[in-house]
T-cell receptor, first 111, second 113 residues
Framework: GQQLNQSPQSMFIQEGEDVSMNCTSS?????WLWYKQDPGEGPVLLIA?????ELTSNGRLTAQFGITRKDSFLNISASIPSDVGIYFC???????????FGEGTQLTVNP | DAGVTQSPTHLIKTRGQQVTLRCSPK?????VSWYQQALGQGPQFIFQ???????QRGNFPDRFSGHQFPNYSSELNVNALLLGDSALYLC????????????FGPGTRLTVT
């Protein structure tokens, strides 16, 4: 089946720094999504990308849908303590509704 | 505007037992998907329901079954529980035809002893 490789697995940064994480796939997706999950909670949708090459922002978050449709990245600018959590990428296949998730990036922000 | 709700929050069961988890979708949504999230991993797709029918299924055994009701709410049933079924079970709701954006509930934490 499809696999998503998400990196890095974890990041430890200082407040105010920028963060970058990415996902690569062995197959093509027609939609990329980025979620954030806090402990004991469900994932919360941050950004959705629908077209190859698309660059979308949501406040301090910026995500891009790779040209090959097999990768995506998420940037967080000027990190703050509440950015702490696990970030997941997810891809949706051309047919069907299944979301395939990456393994997650654990972000820690030191004040 | 009510978001996705799930019940119960936590559940402890014994091996071999059966469990039923419940989900109410976000207001205006008609499609429910279920995911299993093991500790330290990303969610894994179990199946999706629309118009009270299973529309797509992931790589899970027949012990996992579901149902969708006319009001769009859904249940996930797991029979003959195994220790490996311990996980966070997430429900996601969406609008059929626009199901690229799925919104998750808080999940049900199932522990099998």
């Amino acid at each position: 089946g499809q696999q998503l490789n998400q990196s890095p697995q974890s990041m430890f940064i200082q407040e105010g720094e920028d963060v970058s994480m990415n996902c690569t796939s062995s197959s093509i997706f027609n939609t990329w999504l980025w979620y954030k999950q806090d402990p004991g909670e469900g994932p919360v949708l941050l950004i959705a990308l629908y077209k190859a090459g698309e660059l979308t922002s949501n406040g301090r978050l910026t995500a891009q849908f790779g040209i090959t449709r097999k990768d995506s990245f998420l940037n967080i600018s000027a990190s703050i303590p509440s950015d702490v959590g696990i970030y997941f990428c997810a891809g949706k296949e051309t047919s069907g509704s299944r979301l395939t998730f990456g393994e997650g990036t654990q972000l820690t922000v030191n004040p | 505007d009510a978001g996705v709700t799930q019940s119960p929050t936590h559940l402890i069961k014994t091996r071999g037992q059966q469990v039923t988890l419940r989900c109410s979708p976000k207001s205006g949504h008609d499609t429910v998907s279920w995911y299993q999230q093991a500790l330290g991993q990303g969610p894994q797709f179990i199946f999706q329901y629309y118009e009270e029918e299973e529309r797509q299924r992931g790589n899970f055994p027949d012990r996992f079954s579901g149902h969708q009701f006319p009001n769009y709410s859904s249940e996930l049933n797991v029979n003959a529980l195994l220790l490996g079924d311990s996980a966070l079970y997430l429900c996601a709701s969406s609008l059929w035809g626009a199901d690229y954006e799925q919104y998750f509930g808080p999940g049900t934490r199932l522990t099998v002893t």
